[in-house]
C-alpha cells in the first residue's frame, strides 16, 4: 500500500515539476523567435519598471540602480615641496652665506613615514633612530660632517630634497633594509653603535 502511495506521489511531483516546463517549451516552441525562461522573467520585470511612476518607486523604497557605468577619481595628496629661503645682504655689501634650503611644509612623523611606504610595524624602529638622529626636525644640519634631514643622509648633496621628510624617510627605508636588513637590524646596530 505504501509503495502504490509514493508511485503516485512521484508521478505526481513529475507532473507539477515538469507541466509548467513543459508548457513554457511547448509555448516557445510556437512562438516565432525561441524565448528563455530568463528572457521571459526579463521582460516582466522591464514592463513592471515601465509601469511604476518615479513617486510610487520612492513610496515604495526602490532604488534606481540604473545600468550606466561610473567613475571615480580620487585627488591624490601632493608631497609637500621645500622652498628656498631667500639670501639676504649683510650690512658690509657682501653675500651672506646661503641658508641651506629647509622644509616649511607640515605633516607629522606618521604621515611622513607612512608617505614614505615604510610598514607601519616598524615605526617603532624608525621614531627610535629619528629621534637619535635629529629629534624628528627635518631642517636639522650636523656642523661637523654636514649630513642633513630626520635621518641624517650624508652627504646631504646625496639627495635632490634631503631636507623633505618624505625622500628623507624614503631614502632610508631602502637603505635601513639593503644594509640591514630591516628596520629591526638598523635599530640593534644603533643601539649597539649608536649611529647608523
Not at 509503495?3 to 511547448?26: D, E, H, L, R
Not at 628656498?84 to 653675500?95: C, K, Y
Request: hydrophobic content about 40%; charged content about 10%.
Amino acid at each position: 500500500m505504501l509503495s502504490v502511495f509514493a508511485g503516485f506521489a512521484a508521478i505526481g511531483f513529475v507532473a507539477a515539476y515538469a507541466g509548467p516546463t513543459g508548457m513554457a517549451i511547448a509555448e516557445a516552441a510556437n512562438a516565432e523567435e525561441p524565448t528563455s525562461l530568463y528572457a521571459t522573467a526579463l521582460d516582466d520585470v522591464q514592463t513592471y519598471e515601465g509601469v511604476m511612476t518615479a513617486s510610487a518607486a520612492e513610496a515604495e523604497g526602490l532604488i534606481d540602480l540604473g545600468r550606466g557605468g561610473y567613475s571615480v577619481y580620487v585627488t591624490p595628496t601632493p608631497t609637500p615641496t621645500p622652498t628656498p629661503t631667500q639670501t639676504s645682504r649683510s650690512s658690509g655689501g657682501q653675500a651672506a652665506q646661503p641658508a641651506p634650503p629647509g622644509y616649511t611644509g607640515g605633516g607629522s612623523p606618521a604621515e611622513w613615514m607612512a608617505a614614505a611606504g615604510i610598514a607601519e610595524a616598524d615605526w617603532g624602529y624608525v621614531d627610535f633612530i629619528v629621534r637619535k638622529e635629529s629629534g624628528w626636525n627635518p631642517n636639522a644640519t650636523n656642523r661637523s660632517s654636514g649630513a642633513c634631514g630626520l635621518v641624517q643622509v650624508y652627504p646631504c648633496s646625496k639627495l635632490a630634497n634631503a631636507y623633505d621628510p618624505v625622500v628623507n624617510l624614503t631614502w632610508a627605508n631602502g637603505y635601513a633594509t639593503g644594509r640591514y636588513g630591516s628596520w629591526g637590524g638598523a635599530y640593534a646596530f644603533w643601539t649597539a653603535n649608536h649611529w647608523w
